[in-house]
């Protein structure tokens, strides 16, 4: 009786052990089964396009300011005043914006190597990749804060919660792992976005960006009229279209007829005025916005990801589409971030 009662206990025992198993695993499908590994590959794809886009975008900026700091130069070393404190306050303002143009191009790359390793980590990576790519990245969103003197959001240490993260069934596993990189990866996209996106750098991109291309177009004005440009290019310009070129001594066919040839030096030089000035700045701030814009929908399809829900990709394609189409208006197409690896 004792040996049969033992029996039936230990069978009783048994199926208690595996019906606590199958509760476990049903908990785990439960809890993560929402996570799709597809659209977290699609997702770490058009994450890294749109971080690319971006850095594209800033190596166009950063030279943008660099030739209007020249006309900047030139004007103050024109006119003796280079020992003015307004000139040299315009350089340590310029010297700001090419430190935080370079720390901000760092924390796009260091994301762009994030997004690879997270589209890794949908492919069964470990782990480990995604982890010292979160902590670059963060690494790199603090000095950019430093940078800007802006405090930023406190991101917690990624050492060891993707690797650790352990359970019964392999695709479950891999969708919890997927799920916690996502979390990590938006609360750094979403702590960027809010430095990039204070009135500090808009004013450094933007309002900065002004007063060089005024300069700009005061140096270009007084070259102009000091008659060191030869205007047979843009002259040749117009006459394309009918195949007609300027004359080679056109410079001084303008000179020697002081009336018609002042007025004549008067309007071409207003069409180069107005082409430095109509499409930079415009692009430039564009391109500023889109980026803001690109990092806020990243955040919002990750969080769609981790909820289990579909993606909807078109506004970060569209995003991708414009950053493209600035950069080709600026004529400044840049190679990827990855043909430097």
């Known amino acids: 009786m004792k040996r049969t009662s033992s029996t039936i206990a230990e069978k009783i025992w048994r199926k208690i052990i595996m019906l606590t198993i199958l509760l476990f695993v ?4 439960s809890a993560c089964s929402g996570i799709n590994i597809d659209a977290a590959k699609t997702l770490g794809k058009t994450g890294r396009t749109v971080v690319v886009q971006a850095q594209q975008n800033i190596m166009v900026s950063d030279k943008e300011y660099s030739c209007a700091m020249d006309s900047e130069y030139f004007m103050h070393g024109y006119g003796g005043t280079t020992q003015l404190p ?13 430190q935080e143009l370079a720390k901000r191009s760092v924390v796009f790359e260091k994301l762009a190597d994030l997004y690879d390793a997270f589209g890794g980590l949908a492919g069964l990576d470990t782990g480990t990749e995604t982890e ?6 963060g690494g790199a969103i603090t000095s950019y804060a430093k940078q800007i003197n802006k405090p930023t959001a406190l991101l917690s240490d990624a050492t060891g919660v993707i690797s650790k993260i352990g359970g019964i069934i392999m695709t479950e596993i891999q969708k919890n792992k997927i799920k916690e990189a996502s979390i990590q990866i938006r609360q750094r996209v979403d702590a960027f976005e809010q430095l990039l996106g204070s009135p500090t750098v808009r004013n450094q991109t933007i309002g900065f960006r ?13 070259l102009w009229d000091s008659g060191v440009y030869d205007p047979k290019s843009l002259l040749d310009n117009f006459g394309m279209d009918a195949g007609l070129v300027s004359k080679n001594n056109v410079s001084d066919l303008i000179k020697s007829t002081p009336d018609s040839g002042k007025a004549l030096n008067n309007g071409l030089k207003e069409v180069i005025v107005k082409r430095l000035s ?10 500023y916005d889109t980026s803001l814009t690109a990092l806020k929908n990243l955040v919002v399809e990750h969080k769609k990801l981790e909820q289990g829900e579909p993606l909807d990709l078109a506004r970060l394609q569209a995003n991708i589409a414009e950053l493209q189409g600035i950069v080709v208006l600026l004529g400044k197409v840049k190679n990827d971030i990855s043909a430097n690896k």
């Open 86 to 98: 307004q000139y040299l306050q315009i350089l340590d303002s310029y010297n700001d914006v090419q």
């Open 26 to 29: 049903v908990f785990m499908v």
């Open 132 to 137: 010292k790519a979160l902590g670059d990245l």
């Open 210 to 222: 002004n007063l060089l291309a005024a300069d700009r177009n005061s140096a270009f004005t007084t």
């Open 278 to 287: 109509r499409n930079d700045l415009v692009l430039i701030e564009k391109s």
